[in-house]
């Protein structure tokens, strides 16, 4: 994540003005989000009766695609509360989509009932196979393989070349004709190009399979396929992915958070103000009265308002109390 904020930061230095193109969801989309952002913030601070209440709510009101993520919560949330004849179906339908459950979830995943038992203990095999079925090994393959090629880009060599440029940009002493300056924005270039390169052979990908969502390569390989969309910066105004990250949106298979970060990083590579105000941390101390704008805008693309604390609130004794005020609500 280092490495996508010196980024972001350089690009912000770049001062190119461009207007950023995304487009706004429906009002059943928005609706359905209102409903998910607080049963996922309920779900994350124990209350777990209005959490399943809002989550079953979402579900049965919403037509269209919902990522396995939700279903999964949804379902230690029922198993939680003793809802365990729901909980073996929201399960059934996250293993289904996609949802991959790893060693550190499994032990959540215990049904008491005798019948829901015997269920979960016959149906689990065939609802793995199922998923397993379901996806492109060799495309999954393939993501890892662009991850490990290009991980040099995330060596101290680029990244400092980026936190260099940036600095120096930003300084009127700086001089951008010193053979420093030059070599480190030569590494710059380099990185922005393969991103470019490793994006547009990506795209060529999507056209002939579709979004590489979890249930197509998995929740690792969808997670560097994203991270390669997020850093295409050859796309300044988001006018080439725009479409198929709407779609993929609506499709569930991006997350209100991930389209707000990668619009705003759009905004910022082109010397202009976030929309969104996403991801949140770092701005709460400049943002003062946008908030209502960007609340405004968020909601567009159904994403749940930001809540400022204010600076009267106690500290809270907890080390990791900053990381979970910051840590984003969905993780797709």
């Not at 095999?125 to 090629?149: H, P, T, V």
Request: proline letters at 2%; charged letters at 25%; a positive charge.
């Amino acid at each position: 994540m280092k490495v996508f904020y010196f980024v972001l930061a350089f690009v912000f230095c770049l001062n190119l003005f461009s207007q950023v193109k995304y487009t706004a969801v429906s009002d059943d989309f928005i609706s359905f989000h209102d409903n998910i952002s607080a049963a996922e913030r309920m779900f994350k601070n124990d209350s777990l009766l209005q959490a399943y209440a809002k989550f079953d709510n979402a579900f049965s009101n919403y037509k269209g695609q919902v990522n396995a993520g939700h279903y999964f919560r949804a379902a230690l949330c029922a198993i939680k509360i003793k809802e365990e004849f729901k909980a073996l179906h929201f399960l059934e339908k996250a293993i289904y989509n996609g949802y991959e459950i790893d060693s550190a979830k499994k032990g959540a995943v215990v049904f008491y009932n005798q019948n829901t038992k015997k269920e979960y203990m016959v149906n689990a095999a065939n609802w793995e196979k199922a998923r397993y079925e379901a996806l492109n090994s060799e495309w999954e393959s393939e993501l890892y393989n662009i991850k490990e090629n290009n991980k040099k880009y995330a060596a101290v060599k680029y990244t400092s070349a980026i936190e260099f440029c940036c600095t120096c940009m930003k300084s009127k002493a700086c001089s951008k004709t010193s053979p420093d300056y030059l070599s480190k924005y030569k590494l710059v270039k380099e990185k922005i190009k393969a991103d470019s390169t490793t994006a547009a052979d990506l795209l060529k990908k999507i056209q002939q399979y579709g979004f590489p969502s979890m249930k197509i390569v998995g929740k690792g390989a969808n997670a560097i396929a994203r991270n390669i969309l997020l850093n295409y910066d050859s796309d300044k105004k988001n006018e080439r992915l725009d479409n198929l990250l709407s779609k993929a949106l609506l499709d569930g298979n991006i997350s209100p958070e991930f389209y707000a970060t990668l619009i705003d990083r759009r905004n910022l590579m082109s010397g202009i103000t976030p929309e969104f105000y996403e991801p949140i941390t770092g701005y709460e101390k400049s943002i003062g009265k946008e908030i209502v704008t960007a609340n405004t805008k968020r909601r567009t693309i159904g994403l749940y308002p930001i809540k400022l604390l204010s600076g009267a609130t106690p500290k809270s004794k907890d080390p990791n109390a900053s990381k979970k005020v910051s840590a984003g609500l969905y993780d797709y």
